[in-house]
C-alpha cells in the first residue's frame, strides 16, 4: 500500500500554476518568512557568480538576489510554468534572471554550477528531502551554501487534528522535524549544518477563511490519501464544529512552524591531512549563527 502522505507532484504543479496570479496576495506569511531568509545572507561572507533560487515561485527572492548580487547570474527554477511566467513579468530591463522549470530532486543544472542555493518554503512539497539535499549538493561548487525554509511539524496542527475528528484521510502535508533536516543535509555530504525554528500564527475569523487561503497560494491537498471527489457536507461540518473550539477572543489559530537551515559545500581535504570522514568548510565564509540555533 503507498504512504497516505505520498505527493502527488503533477497535482502540485497543476495547484501552483494555476494559483500563479492570486498567489502574492495571498502569501502574507510566504513573504515575510522569505524576507528573514534574505536577511540572514548579511552575516554570509559569500561573492556568489551564480545563485540558484529554488522553488522560486513569482520571483520576488529572485528580484532581490540579482539587486544583492548585482554580477551574480541568477536562476530561478520552479515546477510550475504558471508561476514562472508570473515571475518573468517582474524582471526589469537591469535586473534580469534566468527561468527554469524543474523539480528540485533532478535539477537540470551541471555538477558544481552554482555558489549559492536559496530556497524559502518549498522543500515541504517534495517527496524525498534526501534526494533534494543530495542534488543541491552536486550543483554547489566547494565552498558554496546551501541556506532555506521549510515547515516543520506542528504547522497547521490545529487544522489537521480538526479533521482528524472529521474523517480518517489525509488532509495536511506531513512535515519533517528539524533535527531530521539535519541529519538528511549530512547524510547528503554537506557539512557544518545550522538549523533553528521560528513559530508564528495567524488567526481567522472563520476556518473557511484559513482554507481560501491556502487555495489562493496553490497549497491544495496532493497527499495519496486524500479525499477522492468533495468532502461531504457532514464530514466539512464536523471538522469546523473541532476547529471551533479552538477559538480565543474571537479569532481561529493557524499555526505555522519554519524551519531554516543552512549547510555548506565542503572543500577538499589536502592530501594526508585530516580524519577518515572529515570535511573542510571555508571559515572565511561562515558568519555568526542565528540566536537559538542548533547543529
Known sequence: MSDPFDIDLARVRRSFGRSARDYDAAAVLQSRVRGELLERLDVVRLEPAAVLDLGAGTGHASIALKRRYRSSQVIALDLAEGMLREAGRRQRLLRRFGRV??????????????????????????????????????????????TFTT????????????WAAADTHTHVNRFIDMHDLGDALVRSGLAEPVMDVERF???????????????????????????????????????????????????LPATYEVVYGQAWCPLSA??????????????????????????
Open 270 to 295: 589536502p592530501r594526508g591531512k585530516g580524519a577518515p570522514g572529515e570535511v573542510v568548510v571555508p571559515f572565511a565564509r561562515i558568519g555568526r549563527r542565528p540566536p537559538g540555533a542548533a547543529r
Open 201 to 251: 500564527t495567524l488567526t481567522y475569523a472563520e476556518v473557511r477563511d484559513l482554507m481560501r487561503d491556502l487555495k489562493r497560494i496553490g497549497a491544495r491537498n496532493a497527499n495519496a490519501g486524500r479525499p477522492r471527489g468533495l468532502t461531504g457536507k457532514a464530514a466539512l461540518a464536523r471538522m469546523t464544529a473541532a476547529y471551533e473550539a479552538l477559538r480565543l477572543d474571537g479569532r
Open 151 to 162: 515547515f516543520g511539524p506542528d504547522t497547521l496542527v490545529e487544522l489537521r487534528r480538526a
Open 101 to 146: 522549470c524543474g523539480h528540485a530532486a533532478a535539477l537540470p543544472l551541471r555538477d558544481a554550477s552554482v555558489d549559492l542555493v536559496f530556497s524559502s518554503l518549498m522543500l515541504q512539497w517534495c517527496q524525498d528531502p534526501d534526494a533534494v539535499f543530495s542534488e543541491c549538493r552536486r550543483v554547489l561548487k566547494p565552498g558554496g551554501l546551501l
